[in-house]
């Protein structure tokens, strides 16, 4: 029974191995054709190596507002975010246990990390050293965004383990119907408009396939963010539809002033306006 247990465990890693290799070489082939460009700026890199994002440091982020969409269970980018720069981050995530773990953040405001990060994407709140927040550092808005402000269906994940929600459930090479939650979504202009904000300098997009349409409704607006940090969330998939989608959203980016300048494996991508230094 020994030999014949090794001999599946065997089977089972080179399966996993061949799949996270296919994976890499297909993303790295959509990087390459989505144009990733040298970059004049330097990169500073934030928050954990799961919630950490790469992004370019300026002095328009100093005493910023930025919009964080995407909490989950690890805020350390939007924490030493707004440690750093002494900005506000707007954080928008309706998801039950993202919004319960900004509740936990929030009740140690002003307290330095009592722990260190975990080494998964399940961060507790003693890791986060917030000595240098104010109850002003982070708002959440417990909303999903979207191109709409409407009531919306969240889908959960198919394993429970997992915090992200999502509004993309209906695409056809997805899995079957999930459960799921309603909730009110939010456009990124009321967003904006609600706080007074007529300039972004950093947009982070985390929504779990949602990035594609809210994209194409932001520059339809007018909107632009000096910096757009994406998780293209469909560039996992082998779809055909969600390629072509990705591209349709870099393209616009493009014809919209927009260079893609850094990508972090497997699906973190970060544009910058070209003037915003």
Known sequence: M??????????????????????????????????VSPTPFELTRLGTSYGGWTFVDTDTLFESTIVSCGLGEDASFDVEFASRFHAKVIVVDPTPRAVLHFHQIAQRIGRKASGPYADSGKQPAEAYDLSALTSASLTLID???????????LYMPDNPDFVSHSLMNG???????RDFIEVNAVSLDALLHSFALRDLPLLKLDIEGAEIEVIQDMLAKKIFPGQILVEYDEFRSSSKDSKRGIESAHAALLECGYRLIHFDYPSNFLYVRMDIV
């Open 171 to 177: 695409r056809s090479d997805g899995p079957a119907p």
């Open 2 to 35: 020994q030999p014949q247990k090794a001999s599946s465990d065997l089977f089972g890693f080179r399966a996993f191995y061949r799949n996270l290799r296919t994976a890499y070489r297909q993303a790295s082939g959509l990087a390459a054709k989505l144009e």
């Open 143 to 153: 909303k999903a965004l979207w191109t709409e402000c409407k009531p919306v269906k």
